[in-house]
């Protein structure tokens, strides 16, 4: 593994040096962590494997458990939106509804959208570390 520091002009300090050992470290922490996570999804494959076999639903070892669970799915609501604007007044029906952008950009031309719509700017999060491998 090779680690590519780039610095502004200068001679290396101390404080890059320490940088660069931080690194060095980091990537270490993460090659473990990524070894070790895939080793755990395996463990995990195996066990549901066997319990699925075995035909248990759960086991437990000391102060661990584990337990064969089904999703019960996630429900989605759907409102007749033609029933919605024959109940409410125009202005209340207006701030129910949203537009989809994709839906507006296949119906209407891309000049005339661009002409009946905004655009609110995102707000710029905390400055954070970001650490990649190559």
Known sequence: MTIRIRRT????TPDS??????????????KKASEAE?????????LFDTMTKCGL????YGASSAEIVRSAGKATNVIDIKALHKKLPLSDFLECVTVSVTKAKEMVAAKELAAITSTIPGKVGEP??????K
């Open 57 to 60: 639903t759960s086991v437990s």
């Open 9 to 12: 002009r200068g001679v290396q």
């Open 17 to 30: 040096a320490q940088a660069e050992e931080l690194l060095k470290s980091i990537a270490t922490l993460q």
């Open 128 to 133: 954070k570390l970001k650490v990649t491998i």
């Open 38 to 46: 895939a080793a755990l999804k395996k463990a995990e494959a195996e």
